[in-house]
């Protein structure tokens, strides 16, 4: 199954509206009442990518296939979710199932548009999702160690485990997640088997009104602020503008964004920050039917990243012959890549490195 972000907040934040931009839709309903969204809308996002239209252009390509991001947009919620309240229970299931978070925080003000704590203040909204999430963990992570406990009594080798354990409820206790541990540490092991909800990686969207495009304000540097104390980066974009851009052509698009002096789409920035939130990374391929943009986990080897685009390539594999993209676009053919030694033979125990342009060679 491909990896999802969930798209995440309080009611009325705006998070079906940047779904629906997103996915350039309206199959998720955005209205001013809260619990607007009961089940989660899934949509599959393309990752901006300018290397695709210049390899196309000189390989003649027929067509473009880019990388794609997956968003889920789950119902909002409300204190007391962990406990059932609103749609606590379904809410928090849904963003179980997802690989990553992304926060919605509404920092715009608009009397037209209900706030269900009755005015926005990003840090007190972001501390209650941040506090339902982990009331939910730890009562996971209470089951897990009334288990571990008694696995330890009998196995003393199960000791380790439970010490992870109780380190990870006690730094739920004090207000720090999960994925604050050390990605190999044995607290992030424990935490991850438990699914918990704060072990997930997680950013912040600030979504902002027209009058703040590129002077966010107080409310977004208070987002910011948070940010900066848990690592987490941060997308600032203004549903409604985005909303607007979903509708244009790709040329008007760009002149609207010229007009609001915005160099790209705040959705493109989250489909870029997602993809690498999720720990994905891309490979190119060039030839005259497509160029396509392949993705795979960062980390993965030539003969696994093969698989992706056929399991017989994975199977066959002989080597891969690679060309960095700059190379590719200063020589332009594979003629002068070769004739200038551009071209790399690479094995099985080659990993793969983003923008690589691949051809791999196997055994039918």
Not at 25 to 43: K, M, R
Not at 177 to 191: D, K, L, Q
Not at 225 to 239: E, I, N, P, R, Y
């Amino acid at each position: 199954m491909a990896l999802s972000c969930g798209i995440v907040g309080l009611p009325n934040v705006g998070k079906s509206t940047i779904f629906n931009a997103l996915t350039r839709s309206a199959q998720a309903l955005a209205a001013n009442y809260p619990f607007a969204t009961i089940e989660p809308n899934v949509g599959e996002v393309a990752v901006p990518d300018d290397r695709l239209a210049v390899l196309q252009a000189l390989v003649h390509g027929d067509h473009i296939v880019p990388a794609t991001v997956r968003f889920v947009d789950i119902a909002g919620l409300v204190r007391g979710a962990s406990t059932g309240q609103g749609l606590g229970n379904a809410f928090l299931s849904h963003i179980r199932e997802t690989d990553a978070i992304a926060m919605v925080v509404r920092c715009f003000e608009d009397d037209n548009v209900t706030h269900v704590e009755g005015s926005p203040d990003p840090v007190r909204d972001i501390e209650i999702v941040s506090i339902e999430l982990a009331l939910a963990d730890l009562a996971t992570m209470q089951k897990r160690l009334d288990k571990l406990e008694r696995e330890a009594r009998s196995n003393p080798k199960r000791r380790g485990a439970l010490d992870a354990a109780q380190n990870v409820v006690a730094a739920l206790e004090a207000g720090k997640p999960a994925r604050s541990f050390p990605p190999e540490s044995p607290e992030r092991e424990i935490a991850n088997e438990s699914f918990l909800l704060t072990a997930k990686p997680q950013l912040y969207v600030a979504n902002v009104d027209e009058a703040q495009i590129g002077k966010p304000g107080p409310l977004v540097d208070a987002v910011q602020a948070v940010a900066k104390q848990d690592g987490s980066a941060v997308v600032v974009l203004s549903g409604k503008i985005e909303s607007e851009l979903a509708g244009l052509s790709d040329e008007e698009a760009q002149e609207f964004c010229a007009e609001l002096g915005i160099e790209r789409s705040g959705l493109d920035e989250l489909a870029l920050r997602t993809y690498d939130l999720l720990g994905l990374m891309t490979f190119l391929t060039a030839g005259e039917q497509e160029v396509r943009a392949w993705t795979i986990a960062k980390g993965t080897k030539a003969p696994q990243a093969a698989g992706k685009i056929h399991g017989d390539i994975e199977r066959g594999f002989i080597r891969a012959e690679i060309v960095s993209y700059n190379d590719y676009v200063e020589y332009k053919t594979m003629a002068a890549l070769k004739n200038a030694g551009k071209v790399r033979a690479e094995g099985k125990d080659y990993v793969m490195q983003e923008g690589d342009v691949v051809n791999f060679l196997f055994n039918v």
